[in-house]
T-cell receptor, first 114, second 116 residues
Framework: GAGVSQSPRYKVAKRGQDVALRCDPI?????LFWYQQALGQGPEFLTYFQNEAQLDKSGLPSDRFFAERPEGSVSTLKIQRTQQEDSAVYLC????????????FGPGTRLLVL | QQQVKQSPQSLIVQKGGISIINCAYE??????FPWYQQFPGKGPALLIA?????SEKKEGRFTISFNKSAKQFSLHIMDSQPGDSATYFC???????????????FGTGTRLTVIP
């Protein structure tokens, strides 16, 4: 399909491990967002890319969280030294036009930190 | 601080009935108000969206009512069906954000159950 894809779909990590979550946006979409969705809550913004430029990382909860989109397409969200409170679903969304337009979400990566 | 407040938390409706979910916001810079539908294990999917220059938008069985002065908007699902059972999120964003990020601020969600 031509939607947003994310991998892995599920990730179990031991506390202290590093994890990397991948997002493949819709081809040609300029804007890419990462959100964190805790159980029973709405998604919360983490960071935003316009092409390869990370324009907003105000939602990243700590310096253990790092995101990149080096070629303006695929993005990776990395969490270092995972903690139990990092357990959540991590959603990626893309949109065609910066500043406007529908955001299309991927299925998410469910991260469980033990 | 929750930028978008949503109610009710859960809703049970008989098949054929009307489901109504309400949201309120404070930030007058918001200029885009979408509703997303999320099924378990899936990402949110856009259902319908409105901009503040209109008071109502209808798409099939789904209607958004928007009250700019009250800073409130609501989703009405007419002739609710069991297949509509899902979690619904209202959201808001601003197109002229200083960083260029028109990220969405989501409500806390409403779990809708439509009973056959």
């Amino acid at each position: 399909g031509a939607g947003v894809s994310q991998s892995p779909r599920y990730k179990v990590a031991k506390r202290g491990q590093d994890v990397a979550l991948r997002c493949d946006p819709i081809s040609g979409h300029v804007s890419l967002f990462w959100y964190q969705q805790a159980l029973g809550q709405g998604p919360e913004f983490l960071t935003y890319f316009q092409n390869e430029a990370q324009l907003d990382k105000s939602g990243l909860p700590s310096d253990r969280f790092f995101a990149e989109r080096p070629e303006g397409s695929v993005s990776t969200l990395k969490i270092q030294r995972t903690q139990q409170e990092d357990s959540a679903v991590y959603l990626c969304a893309s949109s065609l036009v910066p500043g406007a337009g529908t955001q299309y979400f991927g299925p998410g990566t469910r991260l469980l930190v033990l | 601080q929750q930028q978008v407040k949503q109610s009710p938390q859960s809703l049970i409706v008989q098949k054929g009935g009307i489901s109504i979910i309400n949201c309120a916001y404070e930030n007058t810079a918001f200029d885009y108000f979408p509703w997303y539908q999320q099924f378990p294990g899936k990402g949110p999917a856009l259902l319908i969206a409105i901009r503040p220059d209109v008071s109502e938008k209808k798409e099939g069985r789904f209607t958004i009512s928007f009250n700019k002065s009250a800073k409130q908007f609501s989703l009405h699902i007419m002739d609710s069906q069991p297949g509509d059972s899902a979690t619904y999120f209202c959201a808001a964003s601003m197109s002229m954000h200083q960083t260029g990020a028109n990220n969405l601020f989501f409500g806390t969600g409403t779990r809708l159950t439509v009973i056959p």
